[in-house]
């Protein structure tokens, strides 16, 4: 059975390799060149002075900013190569899921295996377990190397929580991975139909994906929040990885006044003067006394436990998902 498996797949499983050899041909020489600009550069330097708490002093942030702006101009057309990233565990499901069925009915040799001696469940187990298997791996070596080559511009301030770039890095790939699989081999199980499997699977993988990304996400754990005053010396920390939820300034009562917006006092405003021109600026604003930026976020330090989260929570949808599908398959005529 392993044999016939192998014959069956072996052209997937090769062109699945070249895949992975090209991306590391990309991946290898330009993940080397931007670790010796974030180091050489003392960039790397620079965010580690900085600590990881979500307020860091304005004048270190100030420092680190003309070498940040620098590094995100010589590499930032290779943010654009995340977009790619994303559709890999799909392609996967497209490629190795949905036609693990759908093509054995479609061309009808399933009635040929399944009449010499192989029953439809040691079928479907077999099949199951190597291509589940086999995408597992495929799915974590995608995952470390992605992660390895993003590591400098995550820390750099694209953070790792932001949008692509959490779905592209740590375990989380394998869960899409697994997730694309199972969808594809249950997609080809109901419609039996190659093409069609493809096309359920590519919209239910995107309806889901979406789904938890814009809706579920966010709540997998309780957000912080955090205030500091308009005239601080302190202010966001760009090295701290924290996702920001919403932001705003609030008045001395805790009202919103102002969304998706946080201001400050010029570092000249540090005497009695500066703090009456500040103050005057702030009133002109509508912030009177007691005025506050305020923003609720996720901490960058839970960036591993999301992960978790998220991985498993895809890992138990494709696990219930080969159940319907090994059930499926004993009703298949």
Request: with cysteine.
């Amino acid at each position: 059975m392993i044999w016939l498996i192998w014959k069956q797949h072996r052209k997937q499983a090769l062109f699945a390799a070249i895949g992975l050899a090209v991306l590391a041909a990309v991946m290898v020489p330009t993940g080397l060149d931007m670790r010796d600009a974030y180091d050489d550069s003392g960039l790397g330097a620079c965010l580690a002075d900085l600590g990881t708490e979500p307020l860091a002093p304005n004048s270190a942030v100030d420092a680190c900013n003309a070498l940040s702006t620098a590094f995100q101009n010589e590499f930032k057309s290779l943010s654009y190569v995340g977009i790619l990233f994303v559709a890999l565990p799909l392609l996967v499901g497209l490629f190795f899921g949905a036609p693990l069925v759908s093509r054995e009915v479609e061309q009808g040799t399933h009635r040929f295996i399944w009449t010499q001696g192989v029953g439809r469940g040691r079928w479907a187990l077999a099949k199951f377990g190597v291509i589940g298997g086999l995408t597992t791996l495929l799915a974590a070596a995608y995952a470390l190397g992605v992660s390895w080559w993003y590591a400098p511009m995550a820390a750099n301030g694209n953070g790792r929580f932001g949008y692509i770039w959490f779905d592209v890095q740590g375990i989380a790939p394998i869960g899409y991975t697994l997730f694309a699989v199972a969808l594809g081999i249950l997609a080809g199980t109901l419609s039996r139909r190659m093409l069609t499997a493809m096309a359920t699977t590519l919209a239910g993988f995107v309806v889901v994906r979406v789904a938890v990304e814009t809706l579920l996400r966010r709540h997998f754990m309780s957000a912080e929040s955090l205030t500091y005053g308009l005239a601080s010396t302190d202010g966001p920390n760009p090295a701290s990885g924290d996702w920001i939820l919403s932001q705003g300034l609030r008045d001395a009562a805790g009202n919103l006044v102002r969304e998706n917006a946080q201001v400050g006092c010029p570092p000249a405003a540090t005497g009695q003067d500066g703090a009456d021109a500040c103050a005057d600026a702030m009133a002109a604003q509508g912030l009177g006394p007691g005025s506050h930026n305020w923003r609720l976020y996720q901490p960058g330090d839970r960036f591993w436990d999301f992960q978790f989260i998220e991985t498993g929570l895809f890992v138990a949808l494709a696990a219930l998902l080969l159940l319907l599908a090994f059930h499926r398959v004993r009703r298949i005529a």
